[in-house]
């Protein structure tokens, strides 16, 4: 069997494509283009890196974005400052806070400061609850991002078995959220799991979003699976072990290439979106 490779860097390639020619419309009708604010508490290189990545997509698509670098020592109280500060600034249309942020700062609380209709990339409570309920709200970027490229490949989820591996705030928890919204049967692993390879066995559709590098095993995916691996670590490997499926699985995602490439294009696709409504009103 041939597997299908769900490109996220294609799909987010065309996206772009879309967005640049809305973003160069809303311009030329308002004389105004979206700002992404990306908020980056302290010097984590890897931190760093994904930050510079989402102000270039801004760019890409003709947006502008606003890098704002807060020291490693920076408080709650702060960060809180800042984030109303953006709130309050009408020429700034999505907020990135971008996680995980210093210990002694409370995340949750930074997190759900955030105007609900600048929270761009899916981090509130608020917005969780929302999506939850499926009333209108922006989708945390990495799951919203996954859904994307699922559907862009055709692929079911209806009646299907999801088996979510991994239940943080801003991933596996609104992952299984939206995986359940989209109709399919949902199961959450996590570290208390026992016996999680049964589980995964079980999937059709097996989502890796642990944090440790090949952490699933190939073995314990059956065949014609549809395998989203959401991991990302150095040397390119992500959280399942991708190698033995491609050619026995139905679709995978790469690792580079898949969900990345998708988590940032969702969170620019929802500031332009963003952007659009308060340039509009
Ligand atoms: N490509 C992208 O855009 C993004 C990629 N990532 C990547 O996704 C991965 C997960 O990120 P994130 O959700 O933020 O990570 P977290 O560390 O916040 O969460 C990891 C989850 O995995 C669970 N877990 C840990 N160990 C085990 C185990 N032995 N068995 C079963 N479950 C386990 C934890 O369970 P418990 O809750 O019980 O502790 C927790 O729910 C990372 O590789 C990260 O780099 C993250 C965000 C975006
Ligand atoms: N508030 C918040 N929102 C996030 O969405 C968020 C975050 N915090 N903190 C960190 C994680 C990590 N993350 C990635 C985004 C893109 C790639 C990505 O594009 N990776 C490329 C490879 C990049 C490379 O070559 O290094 C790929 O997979 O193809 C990876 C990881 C978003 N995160």
Request: net charge negative; charged share 20%; with cysteine.
């Amino acid at each position: 069997m041939t597997a299908l490779v769900l490109d996220g860097k294609r799909c987010a390639k065309d996206t772009e494509i879309r967005l640049e020619a809305q973003v160069t419309e809303l311009k030329e009708r308002t004389g105004r283009t979206p700002i992404l604010a990306t908020i980056l508490v302290g010097a984590d290189p890897a931190s760093a890196t994904y930050v510079k990545m989402k102000g270039n997509a801004c760019r890409r698509v003709g947006m502008d974005s606003m890098a704002i670098e807060l020291s490693e020592t920076t408080t709650t109280e702060q960060l809180l400052a800042k984030i109303n500060e953006l709130n309050d600034n009408p020429d700034v249309h999505g907020i990135l806070l971008q996680h995980p942020v210093p210990a002694q700062i409370d995340e949750r609380v930074c997190f759900d400061a955030i105007a609900a209709h600048k929270d761009v990339d899916g981090v509130t409570c608020l917005g969780f609850g929302r999506m939850a309920m499926q009333e209108p709200a922006y989708g945390a970027a990495t799951p919203a991002g996954i859904m994307r490229l699922l559907e862009a490949n055709d692929i079911a989820l209806e009646g299907k078995h999801v088996v979510v591996v991994g239940r943080s705030p801003i991933l596996g928890k609104p992952m299984a959220m939206m995986m359940l919204n989209a109709n399919a049967t949902v199961t959450i692993c996590h570290s208390r799991t026992q016996n999680l390879p049964e589980f995964v066995k079980q999937a059709d559709v097996i989502v890796g979003a642990v944090g440790k590098p090949e952490f699933i095993k190939a073995d314990w995916i059956k065949d014609g699976a549809v395998v989203v691996d959401a991991g990302y670590h150095p040397g390119g490997v992500g959280d399942i072990e991708l190698a033995p499926l491609v050619d026995r699985v139905a679709a995978y995602t790469p690792v580079p290439g898949g969900v990345g490439p998708m988590t940032i294009n969702t969170l620019i696709l929802q500031t332009v979106v963003s952007g659009l409504k308060q340039l509009a009103e």
